[in-house]
């Protein structure tokens, strides 16, 4: 990607934003339930119900409502949550690194997992083995991650009670971080034994999501590597005397890795959006498992919060993997 | 004086079919052979054979390749791989897809330099340098740096040359290398060819389809049909007074200046089966070809 490249990109955020968040906004309003339904006790007077609706603007028209509250977002206040009452920035700020560290967390198990599997499965192409790495590719694809996720809850943390089946970290444990984002940074100040706690619970989760996408992982890189290896610069090192395994990690791996990281890369948008069931499942503290609560209490300043969160993460994915492919292909490098 | 090449009846299936039917040719320490026939000869196939590059679903049914008097099908491959890329070398047919495309050129001749000879990385560079000067290749530093895309079809060609000669080979298997190449750049590749197999005392085993490209640089030559051998000899005597009728099919076959270019009708591989099957005549198969 030239630079030309990357500042159109750049100037595309914004207006991108600017669609989500009329398409999120426009829909909350338009679509049955609203918040003050939820608050409300039984019994309560028109008058009342008129007053809350007035207090959150929702008595506006649609449009002035979007303009208000654009205005505020592009000063940077999201608002205050109709059901948890605290400042929606501020939510979003303390559950986000949960989120992001447990997202991390699983892809790089599923990388690990699945450049592994990759490799097997291509050193045995063409014997009768390699059945075994492609059917264990495929079912561990058919299964999504929430699947795995009540299956791994039933494992470990019920049948054999290895590891913690709720929470970010026990309670007990005293923390004390500068920073929300708990794995990094106790692995960055040398504090492992906080960091070994949070492994603990993010192990089950972090497999969750990891496993269906290992799996995807292995089939694009295997299909990758299969068809570099036919290509005649990967035959004709053959006839320069390497070895197959040479061949296959120096010849074939870096040009396979392209088109992994192109294809791959963006389906970590549907681990993210995976967190928010498998967050839920194991109650971790991120944000996909309050997006839950606040789709349930109709909570429109979070949720609309929420939305731009994830398309703003969504948006960096798509960027990064750009940037690493334009890395990886010189072909790209030049135009 | 022992053969730098020798193959000696040599069969090769791909499934039921056979594409080698007992092949056999020698090439000589220095001599440039020319190994002709059309498409589905089986020339290539001998070529690769001999460089163990067949495809996953060839088998070699019988036969012998020896290079230098070595078995090269009996010996381990550790010592066959040694022999590869060094003393065996390839110059492949389509330069475009011949090269890794995310490595540099100067990364792909060191690499192999270094596999092969014992060199440190900057002895392999200003080595892998020198070679590029000796395919004509100007700049070679600036040639290094770059990735094949930034270069020219030809340009590719040479540096394919270059490599194919870097470990001083005593055998070089050009597989159709023209072919891929127009034609003010196909005579170019060929006096490059020439001036460096004199340069490195190699002897080359040109296979092509190409009568015209023999006749300027094979002293000898062997004409493949249908996976066997129908004539070989001098080039000089094969292509004036040539001995078989589908020796002299190929040759009318050939396009020049001064007439137009009889149709070589290619034999139906139903025919060839029936024809190698039964009691093998070389008259059957003139026939066929000059038919």
Known sequence: ?335 | MTATLTVDGLKVAIGAANVLRGASLEVQPGEVRGLVGESGAGKSMLGRAVLGLLPSNATITSGRIAFEGRDLLAMAEAERRGLLGRRIALIPQDPMTSLNPVKRIGAQIGNLLRHHLDLSKRAALARAAELLTEVAIREPERVLALYPHEISGGMRQRVLIAMAFACDPALVIADEPTTALDVTVQRQVLQLVERLRLRYGSAVLFVTHDLGVVAKICRSMTVLHAGRVLEEGETANVLTRPRHAYTRALLAATPRADRPAEALRPVPPALIEQLWSEAYRLDDVAVVGAA
């Open chain 1, 1 to 335: 990607m030239r630079w030309g490249e990357l500042i159109r990109r750049f100037v595309l955020i914004p207006p991108t934003l600017f669609g989500v968040a009329v398409i999120v906004f426009v829909l909350l309003r338009v679509v049955p339930g609203d918040p003050i339904a939820m608050m409300i006790p039984p019994g309560a007077s028109e008058a009342d119900i008129g007053r809350l609706r007035a207090l959150y603007g929702l008595d506006q028209p649609i449009l002035q409502q979007f303009a208000t509250w654009l205005g505020q977002v592009a000063s940077g206040d999201f608002g205050r949550s109709i059901s948890v009452r605290q400042n929606v920035l501020e939510l979003l700020l303390a559950r986000l690194p949960a989120t992001i560290e447990l997202a991390l967390l699983a892809t790089m198990i599923a990388v690990l997992f699945g450049v592994f599997a990759a490799l097997i499965g291509i050193l045995l192409r063409g014997r009768r083995a390699e059945w075994i790495v492609d059917g264990g590719i495929g079912m561990l694809l058919a299964i999504p991650d929430f699947l795995w996720a009540l299956i791994l809850l039933l494992l470990f943390g019920v049948l054999i009670p290895l590891l913690p089946i709720s929470g970010r970290i026990d309670p007990e444990i005293d923390l004390s971080l500068r920073s929300n984002f708990y794995l990094i940074e106790s692995v960055l100040t040398g504090r492992f034994d906080i960091a070994f706690a949070l492994l603990h619970h993010m192990i089950l989760p972090a497999l969750a999501l990891a496993l269906p996408f290992a799996a995807l992982v292995a089939r694009l890189l295997k299909a990758s590597l299969a068809e570099a290896e036919d290509q005649d610069y990967a035959q004709i090192a053959r006839a320069r005397g390497y070895s197959r395994p040479d061949i296959l990690l120096h010849e074939v791996f870096p040009n396979a890795l392209i088109p992994t990281v192109a294809l791959g890369g963006v389906q970590v948008t549907l681990l993210l959006g995976g967190t928010v069931l498998v967050e839920r499942i194991f109650s971790y503290e991120g944000i996909g498992n309050m997006a839950i609560d606040a789709v349930i209490n109709r909570d429109f300043p979070l949720i609309q919060g929420l939305v731009l969160t994830f398309a703003v993460l969504f948006i960096a994915l798509n960027l990064v993997v750009d940037l690493v492919v334009t890395m990886l292909d010189p072909r790209l490098r030049h135009g």
